[in-house]
């Protein structure tokens, strides 16, 4: 380019010298630009992945458990409407807990060692704790009674191995998925609120339901519930 024409050439070697560094500065620069530029799009494009991904993952497990267990959940969904036509639906909870921070209990990494921090009575009335139906048992032998439980399993062990043979408390609040094992709610001796998902069966029926509820169909575990 310039540096090779003869209007250059006839520079002092000096003024050359500055040119070239500066020249040679600039293409740096705008390499670094290029580089982060690709790093960036990079990082973008892994991101998009990631999310593709983790939504693929997603419908697979709706579709396997749909292939394994549709007709138990239809059979499920039939067997509640009694209950899901007088339940009201969850989200008349909203802001019950206004204020306080809420602790969700479930497995996880984590659990031991807030199970230990929740047994502080000073701890504990200082939050709402939500328990997903394995964790009720537990809760109930380290003398912690959850403010709320939710389950959304809608097999028959739901009932006979989480609750069945665990005291239940006639003011302990129930959040049940509308497919839930149906022994589950109607045994449940505190108030129950229903959850609903996306299905057609639930859109046809919503209109006709004590209240509208909202789309749960995030829901894939039962932790996505207390959340």
């Keep these: 380019g310039y540096q090779k024409s003869e209007r250059y050439s006839r520079l002092d070697p000096r003024i050359q010298q500055i040119i070239s560094l500066h020249v040679t500065a600039h293409a740096e620069r705008q390499k670094q630009a290029i580089d982060l530029q690709m790093q960036t799009q990079a990082a973008e494009q892994q991101a998009m ?69 929740l047994t502080d009575p000073a701890v504990r ?31 028959p062990l739901n009932w ?13 609040p129930l959040v049940y998925l509308h497919s839930t094992w149906p022994q589950t709610i109607r045994r449940w001796p505190g108030p129950c609120f229903a959850a609903q998902n996306g299905s057609d069966f639930l859109g ?18 039962v932790a996505h519930l207390n959340v």
Excluded at 88 to 106: F, I, Y
Excluded at 137 to 145: E, Q, V
Excluded at 146 to 151: A, E, F, R
């Design 160 to 172: 006979t191995d989480q609750f069945r043979f665990v005291p239940l408390d006639a003011d302990l």
């Design 204 to 221: 046809w029926l919503r209109p006709y339901l004590p209240t509208p509820g909202f789309d749960a169909s995030y829901i894939q575990t």
């Design 49 to 117: 992945r990631g999310l593709c991904e983790e939504m693929l993952r997603h419908h697979h497990v709706g579709l396997s458990t749909w292939a394994q267990f549709g007709p138990l959940m239809g059979h499920n969904d039939l067997a509640n409407l009694p209950e899901l036509c007088v339940n009201p639906a969850v989200n008349v909870l909203t802001d019950c807990w206004q204020g306080k921070p809420a602790v969700c209990v479930a497995a996880g990494p984590s659990l031991q060692k807030n199970l230990a921090v």
């Design 125 to 155: 009335e200082r939050v709402a704790v939500i328990a997903v139906g394995t964790m009720y048992a537990p809760l109930r032998a380290l003398g912690i009674l959850p403010d709320m439980v939710t389950t959304i399993d809608f097999q």
